[in-house]
């Protein structure tokens, strides 16, 4: 099974509407370990809004969390114990993507991050960046902690605005690809999802 990891430099990135792309450009399947803040609505119930095949299976959350915190904090106030080894795969024979929280460095609880989720899982990972003052710094430490690991990124997605300097230091220093830069939409919907997805169909 394929494993690709949608991880960002930090929270409200464009984690979910990247995952939603990758899951429609692949017809991958779609899965999100921990989820904190389920008030409204949910990361996979966007995701199902917003994809238009009819392969993709969402797996259920491991830990759902009501508190829009880390989730170390938002388990903490809930009563509930994340435990790290019962954060197990789906079983599927398609290609599996995985959306962490926040950013790399997430506490998932008092002793394991988003990070290392994605070392457990042995997954390829895709980094968001959304354009702002100082993503230039949230988009190399990340990266830099990502590599310390041994993992491997299948390249950049940035978000927002276009600024072409930021995009030109952080591919340099990192030797990373840009896969696509997801411009500010009015509205997601299916027919953005299916318009990006052509960006991510040979990844």
Known sequence: MRKIFVTGIGTDVGKTVTSAIVVEALKADYWKPVQAGTYYTTDSENVKKWISNDKTVIHPESYKLREPKSPHEASEIEGVIVNFE???LPQTNNILVIEGAGGVMVPVNKQFFII?????FKAETIVVIQNYLGSINHSLLTIDALKNRGIKILGLVFNGSPHAPSQQII???TGLKTISWIVKEPAI???VIL???KDFQSI
């Open 86 to 88: 019962k954060i197990i």
């Open 195 to 197: 318009k990006y997805s």
């Open 171 to 173: 591919e340099s220093y």
């Open 189 to 191: 919907n299916k027919e």
């Open 116 to 120: 290392d989720l994605i070392k457990k």
